[in-house]
C-alpha cells in the first residue's frame, strides 16, 4: 500500500528558467556559467552552496572570484533567483489534497537562496504555511547531500521510519529516480511543466 509520497522541488513544483539564469549570471561577466549551471545538478561554487559546504556570503566571495569584477551580494542573489519562475496554483492544491491521504514529503537539491525566497513568495500566501503542504522538507544545503547520492534517500526512510516499497518519489532527474528505484521505491518521472492531472487523479484514488 502506498502511505508516502516525496516530491521534488525544482521541475516538478516549481516552473524552472535555466536560460535567463545563464543570461542574468553573463550579463553580470560570468560568460561560461553554463558549465557550471545544470537543469538537474550543479557543479563547483553552485554545488558547494547546495550540499552547505559553503555559506551564502562565501558564494557571493566565489562568485566574484570567478567573474573578477566588482559586483553587489544583490545583483548575484537578483541573478541566481533567475532560475526559479512560479509553482501553478493548481500543484499548491494537489499538495494539500494529497497530505490529507498520505504522508507528504519534500526531498529537494537546494541552497539558501532559493528556498527561503521560494517558501516566502509560493508557500508562505493565501494564508498557508510551508506545514501545510509538508509533513517535513529534507533540503539538501541543510543535511550536507544530495541527490542522485542513495544517501539522501536512505536518511530519509530511515529518520521517518518509511518503507521505501510504500514511498512514491516523484522527481524530473533520471538520475534520482535511477537511484531511487534501486532502493525500492516506487518512482514518477516528471516532464517539464506537466501538470499531474491523470498522475492526481490516481494518486487521490489510490489506483497507482
Not at 134 to 157: H, V, W
Not at 184 to 192: C, E, M, N, Q, V
Request: glycine share 4%.
Amino acid at each position: 500500500m502506498l502511505k508516502n509520497i516525496v516530491f521534488d522541488m525544482g521541475g516538478v513544483l516549481i516552473d524552472l528558467n535555466r536560460n535567463a539564469c545563464i543570461e542574468a549570471f553573463r550579463q553580470l561577466g560570468f560568460l561560461d556559467v553554463d558549465k557550471y549551471i545544470g537543469e538537474f545538478v550543479q557543479s563547483d561554487v553552485f554545488l558547494k552552496l547546495e550540499e552547505g559546504k559553503i555559506s551564502e556570503n562565501e558564494f557571493y566571495a566565489e562568485i566574484k572570484k570567478i567573474i573578477g569584477c566588482s559586483i553587489s551580494n544583490e545583483d548575484i542573489r537578483t541573478a541566481w533567483l533567475c532560475f526559479l519562475l512560479s509553482i501553478p496554483n493548481e500543484k499548491l492544491e494537489l499538495l494539500l489534497l494529497l497530505k490529507k491521504q498520505y504522508n507528504v514529503y519534500l526531498l529537494s537539491n537546494t541552497n539558501p537562496i532559493h528556498f527561503p525566497y521560494i517558501v516566502e513568495t509560493q508557500f508562505c500566501k493565501n494564508g498557508h504555511a510551508l506545514s501545510d503542504y509538508f509533513d517535513k522538507c529534507f533540503l539538501s544545503y541543510q543535511l550536507n547531500m544530495s541527490k542522485p547520492r542513495a544517501e539522501i534517500f536512505t536518511y530519509l526512510l530511515q529518520s521517518e521510519n518509511l518503507l521505501s516499497e510504500e514511498t512514491f518519489l516523484i522527481d524530473d532527474g533520471k538520475a534520482n529516480i535511477e537511484m531511487a528505484k534501486s532502493l525500492g521505491f516506487r518512482t514518477y518521472l516528471a516532464k517539464p511543466f506537466e501538470s499531474f492531472d491523470t498522475l492526481k487523479q490516481q494518486l487521490l484514488e489510490k489506483t497507482l
